[in-house]
């Protein structure tokens, strides 16, 4: 089990005033999971996905897939 503590960041895209989430990709190697949470609310819920499905979601998004916002 690890003890390590998430590093959350945000994208160096993200400057749209605050509606951003944030990631902790240091987690990926010993856990397996991107956790993902709402950076206007640090300490509210966190949304655990498996590696493989977040990169099919930022591969999705790159290649415009979800169209624009």
Same mark, same amino acid.
């Given at each position: 089990?690890?003890?390590e503590?998430?590093?959350? =960041? @945000?994208? #160096? ?5 605050? *509606?951003?989430?944030?990631? *902790?990709?240091?987690?990926t190697g #010993? /856990?397996? $999971?991107?956790? $993902? ?5 640090p300490g509210?819920?966190? /949304? @655990?996905t #498996? $590696?493989a #499905? =977040?990169?099919?979601?930022? *591969?999705?998004?790159? *290649?415009?897939e =979800?169209g624009a916002?």
């Amino acid at each position: 089990m690890t003890t390590e503590s998430p590093r959350w =960041f @945000k994208s #160096s895209y993200s400057s749209n005033g605050g *509606a951003c989430v944030e990631v *902790a990709a240091n987690l990926t190697g #010993s /856990l397996g $999971v991107v956790p $993902v949470r709402d950076s206007k609310n640090p300490g509210g819920p966190v /949304l @655990k996905t #498996s $590696v493989a #499905s =977040f990169a099919t979601f930022v *591969a999705s998004v790159k *290649a415009g897939e =979800f169209g624009a916002i």
